[in-house]
């Protein structure tokens, strides 16, 4: 637990209360973020009453989570520490807990505590969003579909075909038939979306680029094919091409167009065909979970029927190409948070009479919007004269309440899980020369959230930069009551382009999954 506030805490605060926000709603954040309940009563003046009366949104997670056969002790113990009475759940409930308050256990938290403590967490196992693992216990597999789109694949086989030569072996094969593609070495091209997507690739894998190697695109004609390999290196093969960077442990493996016929990949130990689809990655790791290599890993790259197949293929190795290496796992805590969504986001439009209601609010009370300050320096202007990047009109509680009630229904459509409520902020006024650092959101509240555009006075279009779950880079525009859903704790977003305009308003709406839990965990190194 923390028990000091740095300046910026104490600022976030201060600005926060003299807004009129509501301070049980400040305890909570402030709870989650790991301060300690003592060290917030005394910063904040202030110590929570119980909540006596539930929200529907409230009694309906109550009665999913009861006709689901979950454990009441251990509802109970949420709904107490989410700050409700004991009386006020017991007659909601109509339940009487079967142990003393004080030995009740919140099971999101004890669960929170074994991802914490490592337990029942594979560690070697690669977080893939949107993947599908082969069920397999001698060969870690992954499989996802349309990584690449159409665009995308089309002008990497465009750029394939403009340098190829033969392909090569790590190692003499007797056989002159072993592997009878063509190669470009990706790397070698002064391509914008080739680089970009060489990133992409080291992030869906969460390994720093410097444990890569450059892509490499092959290129099979009608009969042409790679019998069955290993992409490891053997032991006489070590000194030569393992020698800087080390084994090789991950392979990527992307099809870049539907083959007519024929060009299976085929894994034989594990029994297992892969039909080339465009834009679908193939992922495996060519060691087992001792770090030795893997002969269950060997594939066949079948010949080709009718057509041709393109593929482009990334190879990850033990060590960095780097003379002080950075650490082999690249992903930040929230990366781990798992994907809800396929894309990520989606834009859609407020239903017009809540919009009607707060765009009223926000016209009548505008005058009264103080200076926001947001902890860790999120806002400024670009403008180093400006000292204002943004203020903050705060809304009441019904209008607060009436936002999470209604977005929570079409939300859990989209996202497709029960949601609980967990913040609503006023409406923050972006001012002129103001950028939003590219961040992610809280890891313990802001998982499923909502910006809603409420007013905006602008010269030219401020887009908000966000990453898809499959690493692509979107600039979405919002305009007056639209809305955008999105993963925030999960998927890099912001503006980082200065608001060429004298205000952008918008309002925050964030929810956490009913069985979401805060994950940590150290990958292999």
């Known amino acids: 637990m923390t028990t000091e506030f740095n300046a910026d805490w104490k ?94 256990v919140n099971p999101l938290k004890a ?18 969003p949107n993947s599908k693992r082969l069920d397999s216990d001698v060969l870690q597999l992954f499989t996802l579909e349309n990584f690449l789109n159409k665009q995308e694949c089309e002008h990497i086989i465009t750029a394939i075909k403009s340098a190829l030569r033969p392909s090569e072996l790590s190692s003499h094969e007797p056989d002159n038939a072993f592997r009878t593609s063509k190669t470009c070495d990706m790397g070698s091209l002064d391509d914008a979306l080739i680089k970009d997507i060489d990133l992409r690739i080291c992030r869906l894998l969460g390994i720093d680029e410097s444990y890569s190697e450059a892509i490499q695109g092959q290129y099979y004609e009608v009969g042409q094919e ?19 960077m080390g084994q090789r442990t991950f392979t990527v493996m992307i099809y870049l167009n539907t083959v007519q016929e024929g060009g299976v990949t085929r894994f034989p130990k594990v029994d297992k065909d892969y039909q080339p689809q ?29 057509g041709y197949k393109a593929i482009i293929t990334k190879w ?27 894309m990520g986001f989606s834009k859609t439009r407020l239903p017009d ?29 670009s403008d180093k004269a400006t000292k204002q990047s943004s203020l903050l009109v705060n809304l009441n509680a019904e209008l607060r309440e009436e936002i999470h009630e209604v977005l929570k229904i079409l939300m859990e459509q989209w996202c497709g899980k029960a949601l609980i409520p967990t913040f609503v902020y006023g ?19 802001h998982i499923i959230s909502a910006i809603i555009n409420i007013d905006q006075q602008i010269d030219k279009d401020w887009p908000l930069v966000i990453d898809d779950n499959y690493y692509r880079r979107h600039e979405v525009i919002l305009k007056p009551g639209e809305v955008i859903f999105y993963e925030g704790g999960r998927l890099s977003h912001g503006r980082p382009y200065p608001l060429e305009g004298d205000s952008f308003a918008n309002v925050f709406c964030h929810f956490k999954p009913a069985d979401y839990v805060p994950r940590v965990v150290t990958q292999e190194t």
């Open 11 to 104: 600022a976030w605060i201060k600005t926060n209360i003299d807004n009129g926000q509501d301070k049980h709603g400040l305890f909570k954040i402030l709870l989650d973020e790991g301060f300690a309940y003592q060290t917030i009563c005394e910063e904040m003046q202030f110590e929570p009453t119980a909540k006596t009366e539930f929200n529907a949104a409230w009694k309906n997670w109550i009665k999913t989570n009861v006709d689901d056969g979950q454990d009441r002790d251990g509802l109970f113990k949420i709904l107490l520490d989410e700050g409700f009475s004991y009386q006020a759940i017991h007659q909601e409930m109509q339940f009487e807990p079967t142990l003393n308050a004080d030995e009740l």
């Open 111 to 128: 669960k929170e505590e074994k991802y914490n403590a490592g337990e029942d967490v594979n560690l070697g196992q690669r977080f893939i």
């Open 226 to 244: 790679f019998k069955p390999h290993t992409d490891y290196f053997e032991e006489h093969e070590m000194a030569s091409h393992g020698a800087v």
């Open 278 to 306: 465009q834009g679908l990655a193939v992922i495996w790791s060519s060691l087992d979970a001792s770090g030795l290599p893997n002969i269950n890993s060997m594939h066949h790259g079948q010949p080709v029927l009718k």
């Open 316 to 342: 990850f190795r033990s060590n960095s190409r780097l003379p002080v290496p950075p650490p082999m796992d690249a992903r930040k805590t929230n990366d781990y948070i798992p994907n809800y969504t396929k």
């Open 353 to 381: 009479p809540l919009f009607k209601k707060i765009q009223a609010f926000y016209t009548a009370n505008l005058a009264s919007g103080q200076s926001e300050t947001v902890p860790g320096d999120f806002i400024f202007n």
């Open 427 to 445: 409406v923050r006024v972006y001012q002129r020369g103001a950028v939003l650092k590219c961040h992610q959101d809280r890891l313990e509240t």
